[in-house]
Nanobody, 127 residues
Framework: QVQLVESGGGLVQAGASLRLSCAAS????????MGWFRQVPGKERELVAA????????YYTDSVKGRFTISRDNAAKMLWLQMNNLKPEDTAVYYC????????????????????WGQGTQVTVSS
């Protein structure tokens, strides 16, 4: 069983930065690929960034490349998303999610491949 708790969201102006955190509990964090998703009302949940279990490989959706950085600390059971140069279109509820431990697929963008989710944290970027 894994529990995920996000924090760090808020209301900022365009161009500002935010750092989202995700604290994990349970024994399988270090063997689980992790992702940050976001969702706005009326749209599907979208993968923002993913990192494999070791931290050795990352994936970003095109719209955030060069602006967002995903990172993790397995010893601390923490996942982060550093978001720089925020834009109004980044406004959404952000969720951290975990794939099953040992999952070897590379379909990070498929939310159905994640079996644990946090409660979400709101990020609002004003223009």
């Amino acid at each position: 069983q894994v529990q995920l708790v996000e924090s760090g969201g808020g209301l900022v102006q365009a161009g500002a930065s935010l750092r989202l955190s995700c604290a994990a509990s349970g024994r399988t964090f270090s063997s689980s690929n992790m992702g940050w998703f976001r969702q706005v009302p009326g749209k599907e949940r979208e993968l923002v960034a993913a990192v494999i279990w070791s931290g050795g490989s990352t994936y970003y959706t095109d719209s955030v490349k060069g602006r967002f950085t995903i990172s993790r600390d397995n010893a601390a059971k923490m996942l982060w998303l550093q978001m720089n140069n925020l834009k109004p279109e980044d406004t959404a509820v952000y969720y951290c999610a975990a794939q099953p431990p040992g999952y070897g697929g590379s379909d990070y963008s498929d939310h159905r491949k994640y079996n644990y989710w946090g409660q979400g944290t709101q990020v609002t970027v004003s223009s």
